[in-house]
């Protein structure tokens, strides 16, 4: 059974930093898409950050130079490490799991298989 359960959610003052981690059981992470979602009440889930097996790392726009998605070297985890947070970030973060593509990861939530529970970030002005 596959399992995904992320963390390190809260509430933070824009400027602020947060680090959500997401353990992942039941499937491979380093062999296989692993990916950053957010939906804000209202809005579409929106793609932030994938990265594939061999590292190579796709952001939304939005995130580029603030927010940094890694695996854990020795744990079958993912982490999203979140920087200079603003308003705007606010939004449940969900981590996802999917296979590769044409040999290629894509920020498209329509690719990834298995999905977290969620964990909420709010950042206030």
């Known amino acids: 059974q596959v399992q995904l359960v992320e963390s390190g959610g809260g509430s933070v003052q824009a400027g602020g930093s947060l680090r959500l981690s997401c353990a992942v059981s039941?499937?491979?992470?380093?062999?296989?898409?692993g990916g950053w979602f957010r939906q804000s009440p209202g809005k579409e889930r929106e793609g932030v950050a994938v990265?594939?097996?061999?590292?190579?790392?796709t952001y939304v726009d939005s995130v580029k130079g603030r927010f940094t998605v890694s695996k854990g070297v020795t744990q079958n985890t993912l982490y999203l490490q979140m920087n200079t947070l603003k308003p705007e970030d606010t939004a449940m973060y969900y981590c996802?799991?999917?296979?590769?593509?044409?040999?290629?990861?894509?920020?498209?939530?329509?690719?990834?298989?298995?999905w977290g529970q969620g964990t909420q970030v709010t950042v206030s002005s």
């Open positions: 996802a799991i999917g296979g590769l593509w044409g040999g290629h990861c894509y920020i498209d939530a329509a690719r990834f298989d298995f």
């Open positions: 039941g499937y491979s992470v380093n062999g296989n898409c």
């Open positions: 990265i594939a097996p061999d590292g190579r790392i």
